[in-house]
């Protein structure tokens, strides 16, 4: 069904909230990153398999590495792949010189690299959470790499 007013309406939507994300980043980057940093259901699932996140690329290779036991619960798959792409993000805002958090107009934070690339780190982390590809340690040596 093709309602021209309500694809006006959720189109302005998407760009508020957008605008939203993008100014608070731009008023507090470093308040913004922590929060997108806490990834609060990412670091219980891999505390519950005895792993730590301590802020490392070897932790990306230890989460390729577990069993991916949160599949059984569909609900819990995209808040835990959202966590692991933020943390993902963070890995790279944290050890990559020049890479910094952005906000595309729809909402949608993204790394964005010294070279000008984009990563979408929230639709990596949601895909490794569902299918296990792309790894969270692969997708870090890429970015690393330019």
């Known amino acids: 069904m093709n ?4 694809a006006n309406w959720r189109g302005r939507r998407e760009t508020e909230q957008g605008a939203g994300l993008a100014a608070a980043l731009a008023d507090d980057p470093e308040g913004v990153a922590e929060l997108f940093s806490e990834c609060q259901l990412l670091r219980a699932q891999a505390r519950s398999a005895g792993l ?3 802020g490392t690329p070897a932790s ?3 989460l390729d590495q577990l069993m991916p036991r949160w599949r059984r619960d569909p ?5 835990l792949g959202n966590d692991a792409g933020f943390y993902l993000g963070t890995l790279i805002v944290r050890t990559i010189p020049e890479a910094r958090w952005q906000v595309w107009p729809n909402g949608q934070p ?3 690299l010294a070279s000008g690339r984009e ?3 929230v639709e990596s982390g949601v ?3 569902v299918t296990g590809s ?3 340690s692969q997708a870090y040596a890429e970015a690393s790499e330019g």
């Not at 309602?3 to 309500?6: A, K, T």
């Not at 609900?75 to 808040?79: G, I, K, L």
């Open 3 to 6: 309602i021209p007013f309500l």
């Open 127 to 129: 895909s490794w959470a």
């Open 110 to 112: 993204v790394i964005r």
């Open 134 to 136: 792309p790894e969270l």
């Open 119 to 121: 990563l979408n780190v």
């Open 75 to 79: 609900e819990a798959v995209p808040w």
């Open 60 to 62: 990306l290779e230890a």
């Open 52 to 54: 730590e996140l301590d």
